[in-house]
């Protein structure tokens, strides 16, 4: 028996088809197991971020919540208010967080729209992140207040939606970045 994907789901299929009395092999195209569940290390101050499975669904019960409470890991309740820590593992205001996210969406989904417009132009070796960082400056030029900051957090925000979507934004090529259905998030 075959289980395409070592993510939290894979290993809970493989594992359940192993107790049934299967054997069972798991194929993961990645070089780790855990699917979006996956972490690093901040340069700047050597915390430890979620870097994909960043929300978790009924707590109630749910082993992943057991595990992150069991290790001490940094939680908010979704209000349905934007969330962002900084690098430091400290929460920004929520006005910053809502501009911050708003200006990553905005940045994100017009980068599918282009790719839908010009894929036939685009260099195959021009990914999201290349646009991305592209369009930061044009959308906090030097005169915003704060602005370094700003465009490091939007890029580091950017960043994550590569562990979202499978594969880091450095490796989605803009050219083929309009197939990304899930961008759209039922839009």
């Given at each position: 028996m075959g289980v395409i994907g070592?993510?939290?789901?894979?290993?809970?299929?493989?594992?359940?088809?192993?107790?049934?009395?299967?054997k069972v092999t798991v194929i993961?195209?990645?070089?780790?197991?855990?699917?979006?569940?996956?972490?690093?290390?901040?340069?700047?101050?050597g915390?430890?971020?979620?870097?994909?499975?960043?929300?978790?669904?009924?707590?109630?019960?749910n082993p992943i919540n057991d595990i992150?409470?069991?290790?001490?890991?940094?939680?908010?309740?979704l209000d349905g208010k934007t969330v962002v820590f900084d690098d430091k593992g400290d929460v920004l205001p929520l006005l910053q967080s809502s501009f911050l996210?708003?200006?990553?969406?905005?940045?994100?989904?017009?980068g599918l729209r282009y790719s839908?417009?010009?894929?036939?132009?685009?260099?195959?070796?021009?990914?999201?992140?290349?646009y991305v960082r592209r369009q930061i400056p044009e959308r906090l030029p030097d005169t915003a207040e704060g602005y370094e900051e700003k465009r490091k957090l939007v890029l580091q925000m950017a960043e994550t939606w590569g562990a979202?979507?499978?594969?880091?934004?450095?490796?989605q090529s803009m050219k083929f970045l309009w197939l990304e259905d899930c961008l759209g998030g039922g839009q």
């Open positions: 070592a993510g939290v789901s894979g290993l809970r299929c493989a594992g359940l088809l192993k107790q049934l009395g299967f993961e195209g990645r070089d780790r197991y855990g699917g979006r569940v996956s972490q690093q290390r901040m340069p700047r101050t915390n430890t971020v979620d870097m994909g499975a960043n929300w978790i669904h009924g707590t109630t019960g992150a409470v069991e290790t001490g890991t940094r939680q908010r309740h996210v708003s200006l990553t969406w905005d940045i994100l989904m017009d839908g417009l010009h894929s036939a132009e685009i260099n195959k070796g021009e990914s999201l992140l290349d979202y979507v499978g594969s880091h934004v450095r490796e």
